[in-house]
């Protein structure tokens, strides 16, 4: 499968913001939809945002819409996932993730593969 490897991720205080980057290791990562997930100690991975194999469409949790916006450069292989207004309760391991199809991803079952990981911590 595609290799998938997420970056900038850090420490940062309520209110600040991080971006996120995924590099796919080819090409063929532009014909399916990608997104995030995350998942903090404990709990189970969640859905972050979705975007289409072109980028036309997009979803995100309700608990991010307004402050996450996700975007992709098929030309570069890579996915996005600009985060601003962070809270504490974003603190998680932010996975990038291949979807089974070329739609938008609303679920994480949506998702064949993803990443390594990179860690997002909010601080108060």
């Known amino acids: 499968q595609v290799q998938l490897v997420e970056s900038g991720g850090g420490l940062v205080q309520a209110g600040g913001s991080l971006r996120l980057s995924c590099a796919a290791s080819?090409?063929?990562?532009?014909?399916?939809?990608m997104g995030w997930i995350r998942q903090a100690p404990g709990n189970e991975r969640e859905f972050v945002a979705g975007?289409?194999?072109?980028?036309?469409?997009?979803d995100y949790r309700d608990s991010v819409k307004g402050r996450f916006t996700i975007a992709r450069d098929n030309a570069k292989n890579t996915v996005y996932l600009q985060m601003n207004s962070l809270k504490p309760e974003d603190t998680a391991v932010y996975y990038c993730?291949?979807?089974?199809?070329?739609?938008?991803?609303?679920?994480?079952?949506?998702?064949?593969?993803w990443g390594q990981g990179t860690q997002v911590t909010v601080s108060s």
């Open positions: 993730a291949r979807g089974v199809g070329p739609g938008v991803p609303v679920r994480t079952t949506d998702f064949g593969s």
């Open positions: 975007i289409s194999w072109g980028g036309g469409s997009t």
């Open positions: 080819g090409r063929i990562l532009s014909v399916y939809g």
